[in-house]
């Protein structure tokens, strides 16, 4: 699915040079595109214009990349790509735990970016991972999840999950009772056939933290040793 008319990008980046660049691939794939060059103007302009997804660079001057993304995860579910440099693993992985939906390292190919972008925008439109062409609702593990509305419920009460652990979550529960290997796991919620496996562990251990009684002694997301995880509802 290609993205849709109108679907704004917000690229907050304080190298005109680069922006520029992702700006004109954006806009060739039919995205419009806004730019603010550091973490204050950029978080103000996406709470005031609310962009359909916003490519956020790590590094940035007043707020960095992971405090815009915290404070917005407090007050809009807006999709985030993350720009990292090499080297910045900790930081990539701080970014996924804040709720970064994917990350992109630089040096990068700007339209490898553009490709990430309409897959994170692709299932958010979807709601990730779509059991079947009927079904509106899984219940499991004390949740109820609302496909359509894209919502979840833990005995009664919303639980605040960003994109990737609905779509995470919604592939477990459509499987219950199966072992995934992280790479499996990776392409079927994220689309990537090679990657960083340590995505799934942060978005696992953050999903565990939302659902389970005791994250630490998990009933329902398991852990296989040797394998990867299992859900059992």
Partial sequence: MDPGPGQRVLVVDDDPALSEVVGRYLRRDGFEVDYASDGTAGLAKALD???DLIVLDLMLPGLDGLEVCRRLRLVAPIPVVMLTALGEESDRIAGLEIGADDYVT???????????VKAVLRRAATGGVTPSATARRLTGASCEVDLV???????GELVALTT???DLLVHFMTNPGRAYRREELLEAVWGWRFGDTSTVTVHLRRLR???????SA????LTVRGVGYRFEP
Avoid: N, W
């Fill in 106 to 116: 630089k040096p990068f190919s700007p339209r490898e970016l553009s490709a990430r």
């Fill in 149 to 155: 509305a894209h919502q979840v419920r833990r005995d």
């Fill in 209 to 215: 933290e939302k659902i389970e009684d005791d994250a």
């Fill in 218 to 221: 998990p009933r329902h997301l």
């Fill in 49 to 51: 214009t609310l962009p």
């Fill in 164 to 166: 990737k652990e609905f």
